[in-house]
């Protein structure tokens, strides 16, 4: 992670949730690189810093879509928080990210094997998403703004923008791995809900996780009720 100051405190008042830019992206890949390094790092071998330089390569030349977004939430002008969702893509729409060249290219010093490594890892956590869901790609927040409410505002924010969405949605969705206790009681905390624990001998070999929860949290709790 880069040496910034996240010494002050967090006043809600002061956080902002903001589509991510272009000039926020390195910020955002080290918060990915942070909260999913040591998976990935299980294949790779990887460094905090040469993850977070790849997935920063990823967020540059990856094709935009129009089923997906990313949101980073800001504190100070820092970034302190992303989240990324995904839906189900219009009819005729293309949902699969093909990974562009110039972001081999851009990697290529960290060697062809460790990128194939960590794209099969991506593969493997990819998961598309049925009519009405809006799926929770990562959610990650700053360790120093951690148990302050940030994740919550996060999953407030994506409620908020599931009830309104154009693209008719009616709950949201997300996978876990089923030892992240901490992160499982927060989900629960917020009314998601385990629906079922599926296993995967490729994420244990590739990511180190085996067993991985899926929870949904249905539409029709208000962001309002939540707050009273």
């Known amino acids: 992670m880069s040496n910034r100051n ?10 902002q949730i903001e589509l991510v830019t272009p000039e926020r992206y390195k910020e955002a890949a080290e918060l990915m690189a942070y909260g999913f390094g040591h998976k990935f790092q299980h294949s790779s071998s990887l460094s905090i810093s040469d993850l977070s330089s790849t997935f920063e390569q990823l967020l540059i030349h990856e094709p935009r879509q129009t089923h997906s977004l990313r949101v980073v939430t800001l504190e100070n002008n820092t970034v302190t928080g992303t989240l990324g969702l995904k839906w189900k893509a219009a009819e005729g729409v293309d949902s699969v990210k093909r ?7 851009a990697c290529s010093h960290i060697g062809y094997g460790k990128l194939m490594r960590i794209l099969a890892g991506i593969q493997l956590l990819k998961h598309e998403p049925s009519a009405g869901e809006c799926y929770i790609e990562d959610l990650v927040v700053h360790p120093t703004y951690q148990g302050k409410g940030l994740a919550k505002r996060l999953l407030d924010w994506a409620q908020h923008y599931m009830l309104h969405s154009s693209a008719s949605l009616s709950y949201l969705s997300l996978h876990v791995a089923r030892n992240n206790e901490h992160a499982i009681q927060l989900y629960e905390r917020v009314h998601f809900h385990k629906k079922n624990c ?4 490729l994420t244990g070999m590739l990511l180190g996780e085996q067993y991985w929860y899926y929870m949904t949290r249905k539409g029709d709790y208000s962001i309002e009720t939540e707050q009273a």
């Open 198 to 201: 599926t296993r995967s001998l």
């Open 6 to 15: 996240y010494t002050k405190p967090v006043h809600p008042q002061s956080i």
């Open 99 to 105: 990974t562009n060249l110039k972001w081999w290219k």
